[in-house]
Structure formats: C-alpha cells, structure tokens
C-alpha cells in the first residue's frame, strides 16, 4: 500500500562527482577570483574607453572670421575648445575675428581636443618671421599658419638634400631672415628642394571646397595656385565662403611637375549645383 511519500532519487554517480567538484574549495575560491578579475578588466576598459574616447573623432569646423563668440559657440557644438594663441592684422577682415587655426577645418580630431586660434587684431601690427629653413613643407606651412603668415609661392631648386624641404624663405621678392620684421597676414615664398627622381606629383580633386581648403590641399601636394572669382563674389567675406566648381588642369592621377600652377574658379556657395 502506498504512503503517499515520494522516494527521493539519488543523484548519479557523474552529478555527485561533479557536484563534488564545485562544492571544493579551492575550486571555490579560483571561480571567484577569476570572476573578479574578469569584472575589473571590464571596468578598466569601459573607463579607458571613455576617458580617452577611444575611436570617437569629430571633424574640425571652419573658424575663419567667425567673431570669438561665434566660433566658441561653433566649437562646443563639435564637442572641443578654442584657445587664442596670438593675433595679426588684416585689414580685410573683421578685427576680433578668427584668421587662422590649428589643427585646420576639415581635420578629424578626438572631442575635447583645444584649436589653436589666431585672432585678427584690431591695430595693424607687425610679426617676427621665423626660421623655415630645413623644415618640410607641410612643417612650413603650418608654422606660417601659427604666426598668422601665409604660404606664397612654391620655387623648385634642384638638390640632393631632399623634396620639399625649405631651402630659402622669401618676403616681396627678396630673402627674409629669421627674426625680422614682417607684416602680419603676410605672403613667404618658399624655395624648396627637389630630388632628381621625385620631380613628379598629381592634381588632387578640391571641387566643393573654399578657397583656403582648397590651396591649403594644393600646396600639400607641392603644387601652385591661382584663385579667379566669378563676378557674383563682390566682397571679401563672400571671397571666403565661395568654393570651387571648376580647376584646371583636372584633378588627375597622371603625373604633374611639382611647383606647377592649378587655377581655381569659384562661386557662392549658394549658386553651387547639387
């Protein structure tokens, strides 16, 4: 006759073992180290992570003669900072406002990262040239940049000490020493060396572009440039906001002789086809 109790199964021999296995102390103590271990490489990623926004770059605005409110403002909306470094003068543009930046717009950047700003003075003012001589182009150009100097034209000297790298500096024609007094938002000249074997480049494609985004590329590419404007381009500010519809030669992969010229032709920006 049956009581009604259940009999209570036994565990197999395998479960028992295992059981056994887990209920052992040292296992115990190895699972919960591991454990931890596994929780404090998770924390200390997620962290890393984040502090250093690991993977997480926005690209540069452009700055140029925003007022510093604006461009402050520009800048918190991209998620990173301005900092005023020094000031030039312009004539043309508005006193107060933006005339150089560094990194420059279109660079991609980690948030949080401080632009170097130069700001347009409100009295004319004079700059000490600095020494470009054994620097590389690129070194130059943004050197020129931080003083509030302008890269001018690009002169090929044949050399062996290799391409691109700054021979000679020259301001209104004539040779520019280290330390002397230029004016501020002036144009160097640069005179640049060039390998037997390395006289050859290629038009980079700036179609959309402004006009300092496009010679800023140009140049990169140790090429020459001439801007012509179409006549809607009235004024100064509308000078900086046209962009590039048309160049010529073409961008092309075909080899071109560095210190070669690209002419651009630029419109408003509003008058560009979609």
Same mark, same amino acid.
């Given at each position: 006759?049956s009581?009604?109790?259940k009999?209570?199964k036994t565990?197999s *021999?395998?479960v028992?073992?295992i059981k056994g296995?887990?209920n052992n102390w040292?296992v $115990?103590?190895?699972?919960?180290a591991?454990?931890?271990?596994?929780?404090?490489?998770?924390?200390?990623?997620?962290f890393?992570?984040?502090?250093?926004r690991h993977?997480?770059?926005?690209?540069?605005p452009?700055?140029f003669?925003?007022?510093?409110?604006?461009?402050?403002?520009a800048?918190?909306?991209?998620?990173?900072?301005?900092v005023i470094?020094?000031?030039?003068y312009?004539?043309?543009?508005a006193p107060?406002s933006?005339?150089?930046?560094? *990194?420059p717009?279109?660079?991609f950047?980690?948030?949080?990262?401080?632009?170097?700003?130069v700001?347009?003075?409100f009295?004319?003012?004079?700059v $000490?040239?600095p020494n470009?001589?054994?620097?590389?182009?690129?070194q130059?150009?943004?050197?020129?940049?931080s003083?509030?100097?302008?890269?001018?034209?690009?002169?090929y $000297?044949?050399?062996?000490?290799?391409?691109? %790298?700054?021979l000679?500096?020259?301001?209104?024609?004539?040779?520019?020493q280290?330390?002397?007094?230029?004016?501020?938002?002036?144009?160097?000249?640069l005179?640049?060396g060039?390998k037997?074997?390395e006289?050859n480049?290629h038009v980079?494609?700036v179609?959309g572009?402004t006009?300092?985004?496009?010679t800023?590329?140009?140049l990169?590419?140790?090429?020459?440039?001439r801007?012509?404007?179409?006549?809607?381009?009235?004024?100064?500010?509308?000078?900086?906001?046209?962009?590039?519809?048309?160049q010529? *030669?073409?961008a092309?992969?075909?080899?071109?002789?560095r210190?070669?010229?690209?002419?651009?032709? %630029?419109? *408003?920006?509003e008058?560009?086809?979609?």
């Amino acid at each position: 006759m049956s009581t009604g109790k259940k009999t209570k199964k036994t565990p197999s *021999p395998f479960v028992q073992k295992i059981k056994g296995f887990f209920n052992n102390w040292i296992v $115990k103590n190895l699972l919960i180290a591991i454990a931890i271990v596994l929780v404090l490489i998770l924390s200390v990623n997620i962290f890393l992570t984040t502090y250093t926004r690991h993977g997480e770059k926005v690209r540069v605005p452009d700055f140029f003669s925003l007022s510093i409110p604006a461009a402050e403002k520009a800048a918190r909306d991209a998620g990173m900072e301005i900092v005023i470094t020094d000031s030039v003068y312009n004539k043309r543009l508005a006193p107060g406002s933006v005339f150089s930046q560094v *990194p420059p717009a279109g660079s991609f950047v980690k948030k949080g990262r401080h632009i170097s700003v130069v700001i347009n003075s409100f009295v004319p003012r004079k700059v $000490k040239m600095p020494n470009l001589v054994d620097l590389s182009l690129r070194q130059a150009m943004t050197n020129l940049n931080s003083k509030g100097l302008q890269v001018g034209k690009l002169i090929y $000297k044949n050399s062996s000490e290799g391409t691109n %790298l700054v021979l000679e500096q020259r301001y209104r024609g004539r040779k520019v020493q280290p330390g002397q007094q230029v004016e501020s938002g002036a144009t160097i000249d640069l005179v640049l060396g060039l390998k037997s074997d390395e006289t050859n480049t290629h038009v980079p494609n700036v179609a959309g572009k402004t006009v300092r985004e496009a010679t800023n590329t140009i140049l990169d590419y140790s090429l020459n440039v001439r801007a012509r404007f179409d006549k809607e381009v009235r004024t100064y500010e509308d000078s900086l906001r046209a962009v590039v519809y048309r160049q010529s *030669p073409s961008a092309s992969s075909l080899p071109i002789l560095r210190g070669q010229e690209v002419t651009l032709y %630029l419109r *408003p920006a509003e008058t560009e086809e979609e």
